[in-house]
């Protein structure tokens, strides 16, 4: 390529309303335009760095055994009315009529929409499991859509559903999926970390956010100094009492609550049974059992059965205390299976609640299926999810050392979605027994506009960006001095140009009659991680003026040199 004719857009100017370091640089070097508030149009410049970043993201799925599909963005309001998330999702979901009056949306999110595609084309437990990703552009109505391209109203995002018999696939394929999601940010070559997170919105069961670390992040992460522990200081908020939960948690969908007023009440009037196969459970806690409910959820591999008191902090995860209304709802609600759950710590949530011990029971009563705990007397569970007025040097939740906070960027967000779409919307398999089972889920996304800004934001200096080498434009830049002068420098030029781009290098040629300074400050601005100056004296001594972007010192070069720096 060219820069002659290639448009480089740069301007020198910074944008008055960039706040954030990325923003500013992107709007600089010419990579995106604002075209409205959370809108932007992609340069030739950016739009190489944001397929750069699309391809090691596409790689890693396929490698990780995931098949693409392209969805529609438009989604008609049926389906998030089947899934209960048109009532819930709150004004972030743009909803529009179209010329028949019909309801639609442009996408968030798109787990509706593939739960209806693979209820239809899934049929047996045989094609199990299976994962779909897709790359397409999203909308959200962002209150405060800013900082460019890392808060956008429409950006593009790699979002991918995995399909499942039961829970213990679902964990190896999230497992599969983190490990792949650590790839692709290796590959990036970006600081991030993998955190805990709540699962916002999107609900479900265990959840794993990946945060790109940077100061002009807009989450709290507590990390432990002596542990892999971090967790997403929004976390304990969602999951507390005073948590704006977006739906009533499954348990208080699924949980019939029986008539009595203590658990002790409960085991003495019914006479309950363990059941054997009761994986989730339960409610219940306090003296008031209409109006002080606590959930637990077991995760999914452990019967209910077998877990030891003392294990149970490690096993189980209180939600958060369900209001007055959500337990007669639950009251009302019919029994069924909860499905079995993950999730990475417990919590708690109550702080009331310090004991608990004789955990326990599900019961078949008249018919009728009824869940109970007790609470009491033995196990002293760690207190460990309160985040919210964590602070530097606080005692981390793990256990191990204290805790750390820096500010992170979500750039990926995984989900065991557990059977939340599946079972709303009756996606089902035939199972080995030819029996309609519902398939469990889950569900992972990627921000690939938004991984471009968080690139920029680690990797800058006073004069640009310093793009990592996978995801730079280009990778090398020839900048001839006065070729329009020098037919040598010229000659020169051109030949090494063809010479790299015969070898596959991505190089751009500065041939533009400007001023050195001025091209060797777009280039920088650009961040162009090779850059070869071409002079009449390099001519002479047949060598090459070389510069790492990053590295920022000079160094003659012959060729053998230049090529083995270029790798
Ligand atoms: P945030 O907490 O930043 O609002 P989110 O939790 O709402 O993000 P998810 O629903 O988890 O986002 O979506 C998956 C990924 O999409 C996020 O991890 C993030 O990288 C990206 N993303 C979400 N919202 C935006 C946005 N407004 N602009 C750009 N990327 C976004
Ligand atoms: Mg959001
Ligand atoms: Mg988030
Ligand atoms: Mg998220």
Known sequence: MRTSQYLISTVKETPADAQVISHKLMLKSGMVRKLAAGLYSWLPMGLRTLRKVEAIVREEMENAGCQEVLMPAAQPAELWQESGRWEQYGSELLRFTDRHNRDFCLGPTHEEVITDLMRNEIRSYKQLPSTFFQIQTKFRDEVRPRFGLMRGREFLMKDAYSFHVNHQSLLETYEKMHAAYCCIFDRLGLDYRPVLAD????????????????????????????????????????????????????????????????????????????????????????????????ALMIRGDHDLNEIKAEKLSEVAVPLRMATDEE????????????????????????????????????????????????????????????????????????????????????????????????????????????????????????????????????????????????????????????????????????????????????????????????????????????????????????????????????????KEQLFEALG
Not at 202 to 214: D, Q
Not at 265 to 289: N, P, R, Y
Not at 415 to 423: A, D, P, R, V
């Open 327 to 558: 337990v007669r709802q639950a009251m009302k609600a019919s029994p069924g299976s909860l499905g079995p759950i993950n999730c990475s710590i417990p919590v708690i949530i109550d702080r009331s609640v310090e004991k608990m011990s004789d955990f326990g029971a599900g019961a078949n009563i008249d018919n009728k299926h009824y869940f109970g705990i007790n609470w009491g007397r033995d196990l002293e569970l760690p207190k460990v999810a309160d985040l919210r007025n964590v602070q530097a040097g606080d005692p981390s939740p793990c256990g191990q050392g204290t805790l750390d906070i820096k500010r992170g960027i979500e750039v990926g967000h995984i989900f065991q979605l557990g059977t939340k779409y599946s079972q709303a919307m009756k996606a089902t398999v035939l199972d080995e027994n030819g029996k309609a089972a519902t398939m469990t889920m889950g569900c992972y996304g990627i921000g690939v506009s938004r991984v471009v800004a968080a690139a920029v934001e680690q990797n800058h200096d006073d004069r640009g960006i310093i793009w990592p080498e996978a995801i730079a434009p280009f990778r090398v830049c020839i900048v001839p001095m006065k070729m329009h002068k020098s037919v040598r420098v010229k000659e020169a030029a051109e030949a090494i140009y063809a010479e790299l781009k015969a070898k596959g290098v991505e190089v751009i040629l500065d041939d533009r009659n400007e001023r050195p300074g001025s091209m060797f400050a777009d280039m920088e601005l650009i961040g162009i991680p090779h850059r070869i100056v071409i002079g009449e004296r390099g001519v002479d001594s047949g060598t090459f003026e070389y510069l790492n972007r990053r590295e920022g010192e000079k160094k003659e070069f012959t």
């Open 199 to 294: 699962t916002g919105s999107i609900g479900g069961t265990g959840s794993h956010e990946f945060h790109v670390l940077a100061d002009s992040g807009e989450d709290d992460i507590a990390f432990s100094d002596s542990s892999d522990y971090a967790a997403n200081v929004e976390m304990a908020e969602a999951l507390s009492p005073a948590g704006d939960r977006a739906e009533p948690t499954q348990a208080m969908e699924l949980v019939e609550t029986p008539n009595a007023k203590t658990i002790d009440q409960l085991v003495e009037q019914h006479s309950i049974a363990i059941e054997k196969t009761a994986k989730t459970l339960i409610v219940e806690a306090s003296d008031e059992i209409e109006a002080n409910f606590v």
